[in-house]
């Protein structure tokens, strides 16, 4: 498999491993189905979602869990993330990169969850695209917010982390999609903590 920047390469390898073992856990999954809960509230009927970037699947089981009619798609760079997603027996997996994987047709709700943070960011224009194509009505961005492009040292790790207006850049780039509503995960949420990050629910005009 060849890739076209360094962080794919990077995720694609040990550290994506690594990460794939770290992020688990029922704690963690509680937090997610309330995470979507909130996110689908205004949606309307979903029946097909592509998750880019989905490692072991903890989003789409939450999703299975809460839309038991959906089909599910998962696009994974991490090989051994993407055989256990493919366990899970509810997900049709590709294995690949966001910038050049997608399933051959789109879906009611396309999104990202953690996963633009790590995108080189000359690349996220065809994350972007990526994401437009994929989502038929409703596309969903989670990741860390800043109103300024940034980029933050991850374990030690320099370019491999950035922060920004994901969403304003999306919706900037492709100007069909309108924002439907938002929200904000908190890590001292007494219930259902998690990391600090932004959600954006956007939805393509009719």
Known sequence: ???????????????????????????????RLSLWSRILRTCDSINSITE????????LMALHQLLP???????????KAAAQLSALGFVDV???????????????????????????????????A???????????ICEYYNPTPTQITYRGHEQRLFKRDFAGEFM???????LRDY???????????MDDFNWFLMERRQ
């Open 1 to 31: 498999m060849t890739f076209t920047t360094e962080q794919e390469k990077f995720w694609h390898g040990a550290f994506g491993d690594d990460y794939a073992e770290r992020c688990r856990g029922e704690a963690v999954l509680a937090a």
């Open 94 to 128: 590709a294995q690949g990169s966001l910038l050049d994987t997608a399933p051959d047709a789109p879906s009611d709700l396309a999104f990202t969850c953690t996963v633009l943070i790590h995108i080189n960011p000359e690349a996220l224009a065809t994350a972007y």
């Open 183 to 193: 929200g904000f995960a908190y890590h001292r949420d007494r219930t259902f903590p």
């Open 52 to 59: 880019f970037g989905a490692n072991i699947g903890l989003n």
């Open 69 to 79: 009619q959906a089909k599910l798609y998962g696009v994974e760079i991490n090989p």
């Open 172 to 178: 900037d780039a492709h100007p069909h999609f309108t």
């Open 130 to 140: 990526q994401i437009a194509s994929a989502a038929k009505r409703y596309a969903v």
